[in-house]
């Protein structure tokens, strides 16, 4: 009998316990609640996860809390389709907004082919090493090191190295996420928007035959871009021809047709060098002196 | 060994031994090299800002002039290196790869490349701040290869009471001798610079730190400083690496200098004893560092021997004095371990460089050795002298995880001795993944602040 009373005891503490323990419960939930909009889930489910950064937030759930705020507009995800955007766009009644697409561009043309190598570098494959050993042996300071830590990096698969040993950006794949412009030790890769078609393909600082002696394709500075140019659209600075895109309305061929080198070019279907810029036939590597 | 000579025993934990080469050169007196035709003398040839010219292209100068002054605290003056004509100034390659801005000084071949400028000063009676401010003046900078402005390290930050000066003799890089020699031939020299180094600190004692392989020069020194009680000569454990600052200050004065922090911190200031020796010789007349000891040895050399050359000296040029073999196909500016290969022969010797190694390496088509996943054996844990785990900093690397290597595994106090690559029997070059990591993290930094 006494048995039986303990554990009728032991039952009805129990069950007030957890009863007291449920109030509490119940109480915090209601006072304590933050609410969050639901919506945030569900855009957040419509978006890629590819947590990229390239909309200029943490990742696509901080993406998403921004476009429910209404702080930005869906198409500033460039890897969503923009079919995709629009669904976002009409589940939160907001204007998809416009963006232009931007890409990764590289201030360098200078392959094996054409950019001269004196040493080789026998370390690790990273352009990031060889960078910090005495620049990776190529006679240009400035130029691309040919070593792939872009394709690596490349989350979209968008960069591949082709035969010359130069990264090549497949532009509809690119989602202007930045990770080659921050990996690359020689910062030659910038987004840029699709729009600007005229690019200074190199960043080699030397003037003349000096820029010209290390690869055949340099800037030399020689200024006739410049000349061309209306309205100082381009000017020479440190011996680089350097465009002023906020006047990019007045780009056109005209600057690439003299450019004795090829370093300035006009890209449409591919890069295309003008008229006076020597023709490169070389396709193989350039001999290590 | 008895145990009280292990307690005794001047050193530190961990280390590597690697053969060190040094019969090579080490019995070789100093000799002077000739002047190159053409002189290449970088602005920045140190840590800090680089040096503002002060001589315009076509002018003539004069051996020992003052051809660029200093830009600030954190930077020091250039001297001319010999008489001769400044050609252009013009960006010139450099060991680590960047084109920097340089003089082309075209040397005088009739000169007799007499030292004419002179600014007496009268060193018994100079202040310490006097002394400072001459040491800059020299355009005095880390001669064992650190290239760190030798003043500001006279300078520690108010709230650090400096009590012990440290002459930093070890030298426990492989090759090299320059140190060892100067300390054979420049006694007197080295002692006079400790001296005004000493006055400057306001420091009483003072420790030449030397590995127990260069018992000559530790003999040498106490015959030289046998009335001198302040300075003592205290022979260390030869092992690598004992020449970095924290080892030889734990090896000496059992102190430990706190992550992040200067030896300062720790009230010790270390200097190279070749820097001592330059500022012992040239404080006196007010001059600049123009020229430097440096080692050229190694297998790929005719001629191995410990050269003094002129700041600006093409490395072709010493190369081509020295002689190299027909298999020499690597050269390294400074010593094996922490040294850099170069890629061309037309950069300069600069006021940092010690040494100079050609190898003959296995030809080159042999490609880099094979490098293997990490087993766990450990060899690079008990290898760093810095205690930490070169292993797993290894594999965060190679997944790319750099913010983690600097916050858990205290990256940033890897000095990059590189004592992990060299016992690593699975070839996984440690210290190039920690060099990049550390790129990586410092241009984050920088974004993140500006």
Redesign the interface.
Known sequence: MSSLSNVLIAVAFMASFGLILAAILVFANRRLAVFEDPRIDEVEAMLPHANCGACGTAGCRAFAEKLVAGDMQPSRCTVNSVEMNQVIANFLGVELGTQEKRVARLACAGGNNVARR???????D?C??A???????MDC?WGCLGLADCERVCDFDAISMDATGLPQVDDDRCTACGDCV??C?HDLFSLQPISHQLWVACKN??KGD?AEAVCAVACNGCGRCAMDAPEVLISINNNLAVIDYSKNRLASRIAIERCPTGAIVWIEDGVQKGLQAKKIIRKSALPIE | MNLGALFSAHTFAHGVHPADYKALTCHLPIRRLPFASTLIVPLSQHAGKASIPLVQPGQEVVRGQPIAQADGFMSVPQHAPATGRIKSI??M?S?????IPSFILHVYEASTQQELYEYRHDIKTMSGDAIIQAVQDAGMVGLGGAAFPTHVKMKPPAEHHVDVLVANGCECEPYLTCDHRVMLEQPRNLIQGIRLVQRALGVERAIIGIEDNKMDAVHTLQQHLQDAAAISVQAVQTKYPQGAEKMLIKSLLNREVPPGSFPSAVGVSVFNVGTLAQIGELLPHGRGVIERVVTVSGAGVNKPGNYLVPVGTPVEFLLEFAGITDKANEVILGGPMMG?????LDVPVTKAMSGMVVLEKPA?DT??AKVLPCIRCGYCINACPMHLNPSMLGMLANSGDYETMQQDYHLNDCFECGSCSYVCPSNI?LV??F??AK??NR??AQQGNG
């Open positions: 004196h040493g080789e570098y026998q370390g690790v990273s990031r090493a960078a910090l050993v005495a620049g990776g042996g300071a921050e990996i030790p600082l030397e000096a | 013009e960006l390659p060991a680590r790869g960047p084109k850099m290969s170069v890629s061309a080159a490609k880099h070059p190039q993944y060099r990049i790129s990586i241009e984050r």
